[in-house]
């Protein structure tokens, strides 16, 4: 069987990550094969590699070309430019991925731009459509300088919604501010995003003390959605607080469960249209090669910048 290079997780090389030959993908009747030109970091990427046993090939997100259509006859032809989500396994020099959740790309996308899109473009868009209609609406957003909140905060902004936003250093503050935010709550304690409220969505990746405070300053038949926990998976809140605001709900959203519900590949397109429009702005703040991998994924945990992270994978 021929091979392909992939990044693997190996705690003996630097950063945990290195790279390794593998079985070449071999593509079901649903799926197309992809030869990948980039693919983008997220925290959960990481933090699932710290767990994961050596050899484990960690990754969601791909842009590249179709090398083969799906045999079925569904999704893009060969040659198409793309952009598609995997469960794991995106950090390789080819994948095969499933047609529902691949979407081809505008020419004036470049693959960085696309690669940026499937996990993190594809959480804030259906959080966002929790809240249904936003036009007048407000909105908080926290965790705003995460991958998701980047996407969230301009979404929600170009529905028409009021967007508070959240900055843990006051020097993002300009950061959330210039992705749409109307007002920016600064410090780890977002007690004061309260004042603004209340809302009729929240969308809050923090978890813990944020999330209890959250679900208290819904507007009556407003809903949380809650999509990670950054700060604490532990939450404890008052129950009186929470049926006092009257019809609010809380939602969990986790993006592959979502996926089962409906595909990906219309809602990847939109938003690949809407950056070739420049309706949706993909701030990268990192590049590298696969021989980048430990720096950048080291540089991401530790927050040393906002934006997104993408790999270029070349021979």
């Not at 799906?70 to 020099?93: I, Q």
């Not at 731009?113 to 908080?140: D, I, Q």
């Not at 990670?228 to 592959?256: H, I, K, N, T």
């Amino acid at each position: 069987m021929s091979s392909v290079r992939a990044i693997v997780v190996d705690p003996q090389a630097t950063g945990g990550f290195g790279v390794t030959d593998v079985d070449a993908p071999r593509p079901g009747p649903g799926e197309a094969l992809v030869q990948v030109e980039a693919s983008s970091l997220n925290r959960g990427d990481l933090l699932a590699a710290q767990q994961a046993e050596a050899g484990w090939r960690p990754g969601h997100d791909v842009a590249g070309t179709v090398v083969t259509a799906a045999a079925d006859g569904s999704g893009p032809k060969a040659g198409s430019r793309v952009a598609g989500l995997l469960d794991a396994g995106a950090w390789s020099e080819q994948v095969a991925v499933a047609t529902g959740r691949l979407a081809q790309i505008p020419d004036a996308v470049s693959f960085a731009e696309a690669s940026t899109l499937p996990t993190a473009g594809l959480t804030a868009h259906r959080a966002l459509e929790k809240g249904g209609l936003l036009l007048g609406k407000r909105v908080l957003i926290t965790g705003s300088t995460g991958g998701v909140g980047l996407f969230a905060h301009q979404l929600a902004t170009s529905s028409g919604a009021f967007v508070v936003g959240t900055a843990r250093r006051a020097r993002d503050e300009a950061v959330v501010r210039a992705l749409g935010a109307d007002e920016v709550v600064v410090g780890e304690d977002v007690s004061a995003a309260r004042a603004h409220g209340p809302y009729q969505l929240i969308v809050e990746s923090l978890g813990g003390a944020a999330l209890a405070r959250a679900m208290a300053w819904l507007a009556p038949g407003g809903t949380c959605v809650t999509l990670g926990w950054s700060a604490s998976p532990e939450v404890g809140f008052d129950l009186r607080e929470f049926l006092a605001v009257g019809g609010g709900s809380l939602y969990g959203l986790r993006m592959y469960n979502e996926l089962q519900n409906r595909p990906a590949s219309d809602d990847l397109g939109l938003l690949a249209q809407m950056v070739a429009r420049q309706q949706l702005r993909i701030p990268i703040e990192a590049e590298g090669t696969w021989d980048d991998i430990g720096d950048i994924a080291q540089r991401l945990l530790d927050r040393q910048f906002t934006g997104k992270a993408v790999l270029h994978l070349r021979r």
